[in-house]
């Protein structure tokens, strides 16, 4: 079967940095991506790591090791707005479905 | 640029009720997705179309249907509604196989 796992709930301070992590087990493995949620909004595409390594895109940074099945998502200089959910979600390369984590909430204190 | 469209954004409907929930896809995207989320929870695909052919079928109920026109815009169509159909259906679109857009979602409130 194809299942991913990540942590439901990370607390953080503002301006501090944050990583989520999410290990999957899937078939067909064809990339990994990340999506911020905000509570009654849509998914809002963050990253996609289709190999190995270090993906940065200003603040977010995405990282993938296929080899041990497990990515992350790493949040730098937090602020208030960054409080989301964010969900991880593996393509799998038969259909180009995307199969997705349970989602973590990310609260955000000042 | 453009976005995916939805609508209506919300609905309200009664029990054994039919709703049918309209998407426009970004222009030149080639697949469509549909998605149900309930509250707390990560959003379930239901069905998915490549070039207006049913692509895949996730956990979409016998009583849901969906098509894709010869614009590419997209009807979900749901017949004998029940309570726990109350949820936001996402619909999202994509190049070829690449990153999923999504549209706002239109917020179904079945009573």
């Known amino acids: 079967g194809q299942s991913l796992e990540q942590p439901s709930e990370v607390t953080a301070v503002e301006g501090a940095i944050v990583q989520i992590n999410c290990t999957y087990q899937?078939?067909?493995?064809?990339?990994l991506s990340w999506y911020q949620q905000h509570d009654g909004g849509a998914p809002t595409f963050l990253s996609y790591?289709?190999l190995d390594g270090l993906e940065e895109t200003g603040r977010f940074s995405s990282f993938l090791s296929r080899s041990d099945s497990y990515g992350y998502l790493l949040l730098q200089e937090l602020q208030m707005k960054d409080s989301a959910s964010y969900f991880c979600?593996?393509?799998?390369?038969?259909?180009?479905?995307?199969?997705w984590g349970a989602g973590t909430k990310l609260i955000i204190k000042p | 640029a453009a976005g995916v469209i939805q609508s209506p954004r919300h609905l309200i409907k009664e029990k054994r009720e039919t709703a049918t929930l309209k998407c426009y896809p970004i222009?030149?995207?080639?697949?469509v997705y549909w998605y149900q989320q309930g509250p707390g929870q990560d959003p379930q695909f239901l069905i998915s179309?490549?070039?207006?052919?049913?692509?895949d079928k996730g956990s979409i109920p016998d009583r849901f249907s969906a098509q894709q026109f010869s614009d590419y815009h997209s009807e979900l169509n749901m017949s004998s509604l029940e309570l726990g159909d109350s949820a936001l259906y996402f619909c999202?679109?994509?190049?070829?196989?690449?990153?999923?857009?999504f549209g706002p979602g239109t917020r179904l409130t079945v009573l």
């Open positions: 999202a679109s994509s190049f070829y196989g690449g990153e999923q857009f």
């Open positions: 222009p030149r995207h080639d697949t």
């Open positions: 179309f490549y070039e207006k052919m049913q692509s």
């Open positions: 899937t078939s067909g493995f064809y990339g």
């Open positions: 790591n289709a």
């Open positions: 979600a593996v393509i799998d390369g038969s259909n180009y479905q995307l199969i």
